[in-house]
DNA sequence: ACAAAAGTGTTGTTTGTACACCCATGC
DNA sequence: GCATGGGTGTACAAACAACACTTTTGT
C-alpha cells in the first residue's frame, strides 16, 4: 500500500506531536435563555476562549482530549464538567469530523450535544475552574466567529435538536422539573421556529402520556396555569439498541 | 490495515502501541439478496475473516486505519473499495464507536454504513484484492459471533435502516435502476419486518414525486408491471447542513 | 367590568388503512 | 377459463389544523 511508506516517514520518532492523529471530544450545549427583548426564549450555547494557538483569543466549543482509559461518553461527560460544570439532563453523540484540514495538526473531534435545565446551570461560584473571562454563553442564531469547524458544527447539532423535537419529546430536557404547557409550548416554539395553536398543542401532549399534572398552579398573570412533571417512564428520544433501556 | 499497527509501533520505540489511540474505519453494508426459501428479499451484508490476533478467524467489518491525510468519508470510501471493490449508492456516518475495552489496544472506530444495489456488487474477478476464502455475505438477520462488537454495531446500523425507512426514501438505494413497484414493497416490507398493502404503497410513492414512470414493463409472471426509476432530483434522505445541496 | 391567558368544543381537511373490485397476462 | 399479480375506487378511522367559545384570574 502506498500508505505505509508516507506513514512510516511521518511517523519517524523525530518529529514531533502533529504527526500523530490525535481524538478530542467537544460538546454543543443547548440551554434556553429569556431574553426581555423577545417573545420566548432563546436558544444558548456556552463558548469557551481559546487561550493558545491556534485560533487563540477565539471562541470555541467546550471540549478536550481523550484520555486513554476513558470510554467517548465519559470524555464527554468530564470535559463538559471541567470546562463549565455541568451535568446535562441530556447527552448523545452528534457526528465525528475529521477533514484533515479542519486543524492544523491532525485531530479527528467527536462531538457530543447536550441539553441542560436552566436550573441545572451552577452558579459560577461553585465551579472552581470556573473562568468569567474566558466563558461566554452566546444565543445560538447570532454566533460569533468560531474557531476550527465549529460554526460548522453548531448548525448541524441545530439542525439536530429541530429535527428530533419534531419526533421526540426532547424539549422536556430544556425545562425545569415542573412547568406549564404554555413554556413547554413556547420551547417547542423556540426550536421550530413558528407558533403553535396552544388548543391543538395542549392536545397532542395530552394524549402523548408524557405528562404527569400536578395540583400546583403558576400564578400571578392571569388564570393561573396548571403546573406539570415530566413522566421519567418515558424516554426523550428513541435512542436505539445502542442505550440500555428496562 | 495491518501495516499501520505495525508502523505505529515502529514510531514509538519506547512505548507499546498499546499506550496509543489509534482510528479505525469500518463499514456496514448492506444490500438485498434474493433467498428462493423466503417470499421477499433478505437484507444481507458482507463480512471480511481476521488473519491476525486479536479475534483470528472471526468474522469482522470491513474497514481499515484512518490515513494521516485523509478524511473520515474518504477512509470510508477507500477502505470498502479496497476490501470490497464497493462503491455504495449511498454511505453515510454511523457512530463513534470508544469503549475502552471494545479491543486489547486502544481504538476508536468511525463507522459508516452504506447501501449497495444489487448491481453495483462487482464480480469476484473484477476484484484485484478479492479473497474468496476470507469474504462471505451474510443474512443480517442471522449473524455468525464477530469479532470486537461489531455484531451491537450492526443491530444499531440496522436500526438506523429500518428508522430511516419510514421517513425517507432510502430504500431505493437498494434497487437497480429501473424497478416495478412490487420490488419496491418488497423491499420496505423486509427492512420493516411487515406487510404493506400493495394498493396503498402505491398511492403513496405516487403522491411523493419521487418516482418516475417509464413506458418499459416487467413481462413474464401475470399482467405485466410498469418499470419505474428513480427521481435523481429527489435526495434519498435529508441528511442536514453537512451535506452540500444545490 | 375588562383584558388576557387557561382551557374546552366543534368542524373540516388530510392522511392512513382495510378491502372490494376490475384489468391484463401466462398457463 | 382461471389463477395471479397489477392497478383503481371507496369507505371508514385517526390525526391534524383552524377557530369559536367558556373559564378564571389580575387590575
Excluded at 2 to 7: F, G, H, S
Excluded at 102 to 113: E, G, K, L, N, Q
Excluded at 177 to 199: C, H, K, M
Aim: charged content about 25%.
Amino acid at each position: 500500500m502506498v500508505t505505509m511508506t508516507r506513514t512510516v516517514v511521518l511517523a519517524a520518532p523525530s518529529e514531533q506531536s502533529s504527526d500523530v492523529t490525535r481524538v478530542a471530544v467537544s460538546t454543543v450545549i443547548f440551554t434556553l435563555r429569556r431574553d426581555p427583548a423577545q417573545e420566548n426564549p432563546v436558544i444558548a450555547l456556552p463558548l469557551v476562549r481559546r487561550t493558545r494557538d491556534p485560533y487563540e483569543g477565539l471562541w470555541a466549543l467546550p471540549g478536550g482530549w481523550l484520555d486513554q482509559d476513558e470510554s467517548l461518553d465519559d470524555a464527554a461527560a468530564r470535559t463538559l464538567a471541567e470546562t463549565t460544570g455541568i451535568a446535562p439532563s441530556y447527552l448523545e453523540q452528534l457526528y465525528a469530523f475529521g477533514a484533515v484540514d479542519r486543524s492544523p495538526t491532525r485531530v479527528i473531534s467527536i462531538v457530543y450535544w447536550a441539553l441542560v435545565r436552566p436550573d441545572e446551570i451552577p452558579s459560577h461560584e461553585a465551579v472552581p475552574a470556573y473562568d468569567a473571562e474566558n466563558v461566554t454563553w452566546v444565543d445560538a442564531a447570532h454566533l460569533p466567529p468560531l474557531a476550527f469547524d465549529h460554526t460548522e458544527i453548531v448548525d448541524y447539532a441545530l439542525w439536530r435538536l429541530r429535527n428530533k423535537a419534531g419526533y421526540s419529546r426532547i424539549a422536556h430536557g430544556l425545562l425545569p422539573d415542573e412547568f406549564t404547557l404554555a413554556e413547554l409550548r413556547e420551547v417547542y416554539e423556540s426550536i421550530l421556529g413558528r407558533r403553535l395553536d396552544p388548543a391543538n398543542f395542549r392536545r397532542q401532549v395530552d394524549n402523548s402520556e408524557t405528562l404527569i399534572p400536578t395540583d400546583r398552579f403558576r400564578t400571578g398573570s392571569h388564570r393561573p396555569a396548571r403546573l406539570y412533571r415530566y413522566n421519567q417512564d418515558v424516554e426523550l428520544a428513541d435512542r436505539g439498541p445502542l442505550i440500555a433501556r428496562p
